[in-house]
């Protein structure tokens, strides 16, 4: 990794645009200026500064405030004596205007200036005596507004700054520490900031100072432990809370800290106009058709106000709510406990578990885990074991989870319990066996609860569901009905799955996912598995259908979400939308740090294979590597398999050799077993990857085995993958079958094999350049092969002539790699040539891999031809033979 710079304001940031909308405002003869927008943060002074700096620093800059608001041109202070007896309008005039024609002058914060000072900057930039760069923030209602009149005239130019982009937020955050942000560290700055500059690099500077952002090989990622992460933001938080009046203020708090507060109450209490100013600047909303309740609108500083209240007050409020005859939501259930917990108020014991769960079901993890934090584990059900083992998985602290998860077992009395909590070890567990728990332990607990003469759910095991208000939260813990023999076959069937990867038992796990008497949380894993197998199989339809399926029938938390996410992902890829994909890879169901942090791995996985698809090849890695770290750091080793074989394939594919093989190493010490999705597709890019590195036999002989094994399997996206490959980079064709299993899926390798196998079968030369030409910059080395076939191959037929130029496939070789073009030619060893050129092996490779992508070969013998082939003059001699045939 980049070594971790001391901290420092980064540059402007993506304000390219406002720095020349601002300079040119300053030479338009139909202007006088510019007044420059923004909220509190988001760089104002800071552009006016860096143009002032441009034009020389020495301009009169003025800076108003709220003492000097009091006091008559109070903002000149700095250029003139205001006490001096006499003519300071006079002096003030003089003093602003100087020696130039048309001065400049700056009025940073100018919604702070007195009625004189506007009143003379205005008259004078009016009449064209000095030009204006005025910064200003956003006003509240009908509250004062600088130099309106000018503006409103359009002599005043007028900049709204709008938060960063998040590609230059992206920026901001690598540049500050180095490395690659993955996606969850975007995700959790992006709210706490707002993209807001100044909340932006206060929180950077925090990061930075406690270690926020841990450093996995060259990648920052979340260490999700962070629950006070927003606090960063207080000190503007309550700067922005001070554009209120103390009663909008306190709507503000009492509608945050409660969830929802009915139109009513609000009224009672004499708020009910101030928080009808507040729905007007979007801050509440008022929902509901019989019952009108005001709801905030969540952002970074809503956790500032429900920690930082006073706890009298909060008391008050508290109480005035909790006896208001209202039935407040299921999350406003949630918050109102959090809040009577945080200011002191006693709670039943089982309030504060009901509490917890919601806050688990609504993926707000952290907050769950302060909820429960007083509710000591042996007074516990078993269910509710289960559910803070689940979280303590969740939040990456396995260990504690799995231990929690054997007492769950220890008092599980019902089959459905013990079925869901092996589902939870399965996901989670690194190898066959773990600290706290082993396969023997579930069928134990089986052995347990079938020699109790009770029924399958005892009072014990149900003493949730009876005391609980809400029956939806109590579905996944366990299905009544399921019996002993029923249970004990699931287990086997875990472990089944876990060995073969789901390979034989695709029908029967597509049953059961649809089977609503077994434990929701198995019908997910068996939905989430037949969906991967189906898209092994080419049938990206009938994975779209039970995805969408369980979407609906079932609640999805911690690794169910994770991998649900990237096969909705795989689905809209394979189905040709590329947007879709990348929208559902940003659509965060939670501000919960760890729950960021849960879903980045998948999110930058799936972002690099949407890279790779577009031909974006240092997206695509850059993407990858963060996917691998964050997917390893949160001990997500079912989806670890999956991304280290995409990372591999792209690292290669960009010559990084040392990398490709550090994942290489990384996929072969895996454990074979547990449940790995999509173990098979990530096998195919790492065999490739190796053959393509080292031309190893062996790699070759297992792909083609794998291949063998797909067809046995009638898996045909796998199949077709292969195939697509084994063309892509080594000139492998078969047309028949390219042709045969063209028809057998859907999804691009399907679609790009059906392509090149009918032209050919065609001899259709014209369709192969126009496949040649929707290929060259997402794959180029399929566009050289199908221009290479169509000219040499087909010769043609007259049917579109061949012209490189016309395709825009012409090769570009540096000067590094025609240099080792003559060492290849020459016969020289990948050893020799690094010893002549003074660098080392690894790096001559990387060149190779890259000139053999250009010129379309994938040996070193195959350069002297496709060296030749290139030549302008050949070129230029076929395409004329073209023509005149």
């Known amino acids: 990794m980049t070594r971790q710079r001391s901290f420092s304001p980064p540059p402007l940031f993506g304000r390219a645009d406002e720095l020349r909308i601002i300079e040119e405002s300053l030479t338009d003869s139909s202007m006088v200026g510019i007044l420059v927008v923004g909220d509190v943060g988001m760089g104002k002074t800071r552009l006016a500064e860096e143009v002032h700096r441009r034009r020389g620093g020495k301009e009169h800059w003025l800076r108003a405030d709220r003492v000097l608001r009091e006091i008559p041109f109070g903002v000149f202070g700095m250029i003139v004596d205001l006490d001096e007896p006499g003519g300071l309008p006079g002096r003030v005039i003089s003093a602003v205007t100087g020696d130039d024609a048309v001065p400049v002058v700056y009025v940073d914060d100018a919604h702070y200036l007195d009625e004189y000072s506007l009143r003379m900057l205005t008259q004078l930039a009016a009449a064209g005596t000095i030009r204006l760069v005025a910064t200003t923030g956003h006003s509240v209602g009908d509250e004062f507004w600088p130099f309106a009149d000018l503006v409103d005239e359009q002599v005043l130019a007028q900049l709204v700054l709008e938060p960063l982009t998040p590609e230059n937020l992206r920026t901001a955050v690598e540049y500050s520490f180095g490395g690659i942000a993955a996606q969850g560290v975007i995700d959790i700055i992006d709210f706490h900031s707002g993209r807001n500059p100044g909340q932006l690099l206060e929180l950077l500077e925090y990061c930075r100072r406690k270690n926020r952002l841990l450093s996995r090989n060259g990648v920052l990622v979340l260490d999700g432990l962070d629950i006070d992460f927003d606090a960063r933001a207080r000190d503007f938080a309550r700067i922005d809370l001070d554009q209120y009046s ?27 106009s101030a928080a009808d100013r507040l729905v007007d600047v979007d801050e509440l909303r008022i929902l509901g058709d019989t019952t009108r309740v005001y709801v905030a609108r969540e952002h970074h500083a809503s956790e500032t106000i429900r920690y930082s209240a006073p706890i009298g007050r909060s008391r008050k409020w508290y109480g005035i709510v909790r006896d208001y005859p209202d039935q407040p939501s299921r999350r406003s259930r949630m918050l109102r406990t959090e809040w009577a917990l945080e200011c002191g108020v006693a709670v039943d014991e089982r309030q504060v578990i009901d509490a917890a769960l919601i806050a688990i079901e609504a993926s707000d993890w952290h907050r769950a885990l302060r909820i429960m934090s007083d509710v ?42 013990v079925v869901t909590a092996a589902v939870l070890w399965a996901n989670r567990k690194v190898t066959h066996r773990s600290v706290a728990l082993e396969a023997s332990d579930f069928t134990a607990a089986l052995d347990r609860i079938a020699a109790h003469e009770r029924d399958c759910c005892t009072e014990e095991s149900c003493r949730l569901n009876e005391k609980s208000p809400d029956q939806e939260t109590t579905r996944r813990f366990a299905a009544e009905s399921l019996d002993d023999a029923t249970a004990r076959a699931l287990l086997q069937m875990l472990e089944s799955v876990g060995g073969t990867h789901g390979q034989q038992d695709g029908d029967l796990l597509r049953q059961q996912a649809l089977d609503a008497t077994l434990p929701d949380v198995y019908r997910m894993g068996a939905a989430l598995f037949c969906a991967s197998l189906d898209l092994e199989q080419g049938r990206t339809g009938r994975a779209d259908e039970i995805l969408t399926l369980m979407k609906r029938e079932l609640p999805t938390v911690g690794m169910g979400t994770v991998v649900l996410r990237m096969l909705d992902a795989r689905v809209l890829m394979e189905h040709g939308d590329l947007n879709g994909a990348r929208r559902s890879l940003q659509m965060p169901q939670s501000n919960d740090i760890a729950h960021l942090a849960s879903q980045s791995g998948t999110s930058d996985m799936m972002a690099a294979e949407l890279s790779l698809l577009e031909g974006n090849l240092d997206a695509a890695l850059r993407s990858a590597r963060a996917g691998v770290e964050a997917l390893d750091h949160w001990r997500q080793f079912s989806l670890l398999a999956a991304a280290l074989g995409v990372a591999q394939y792209v690292a290669t594919l960009s010559g990084e050799t040392d990398l490709a093989e550090d994942f290489d190493a990384r996929f072969a010490r895996l454990a074979h077993s547990g ?9 195919v890019f790492t065999l490739i990857s190796r053959w393509l590195r080292t031309s190893d036999p062996e790699s070759e002989r297992q792909l083609r085995q794998l291949l063998d094994d797909a067809e046995r399997d009638q898996a045909y996206g796998l199949s077709a993958q292969i195939r697509l490959l084994l063309f892509r980079h080594f000139g492998e064709v078969d047309i028949e079958e390219m042709r045969r299993v063209s028809r057998l899926g859907e999804g691009p390798a399907f679609r790009t094999l059906g392509a090149v196998g009918e ?76 010893e002549r050129l003074g660098a080392a092996v690894r790096t001559v490779e990387g060149h190779a891999y890259r000139l053999y992508q250009k010129l379309g070969v994938t040996r070193r013998h195959q350069v ?22």
């Not at 103390?246 to 009910?272: F, H, N, P, Q, R």
């Not at 087909?794 to 060492?823: K, W």
Request: with cysteine; net charge negative.
């Open 246 to 272: 103390m009663a909008e203020k306190e709507a503000l708090e009492l509608v945050i800290m409660a969830g929802e507060i009915d139109i009513d109450l609000m009224l009672s209490i004499g708020l009910g």
């Open 376 to 417: 000591p584990t042996d007074r516990l059900s078993a269910p509710e074991l289960y559910e803070l083992a689940c979280l303590y998985c969740n939040v990456g602290q396995v260990a504690l989870g799995l231990d929690l998860l054997a007492h769950c077992l220890h008092k599980a009395c019902c089959p459905g319990l």
């Open 675 to 683: 449940l790995h999705v999509e173990s098979r597709r990530a096998l």
């Open 759 to 834: 032209a050919l079968w065609e001899k259709d030369a014209a369709a192969l350049l126009r496949i040649a030409d929707a290929e060259r910059s997402s794959a180029p080395d399929i566009a050289a092969r199908c221009v290479q076939m169509a000219k040499d191959r087909l010769h043609h037929r007259g049917s579109v002539p061949y012209s490189r130029g016309s395709n825009d496939l012409s090769v570009e070789l540096t000067e590094r790699e025609r240099e080792i073009c003559g060492f290849l030619v020459r016969g020289m060893s990948n050893a020799e040539i690094a």
């Open 864 to 885: 002297a031809e496709a060296l030749a082939r290139l030549n302008i003059e050949a070129v230029g001699a076929a395409k004329q033979e073209s023509e005149n045939s």
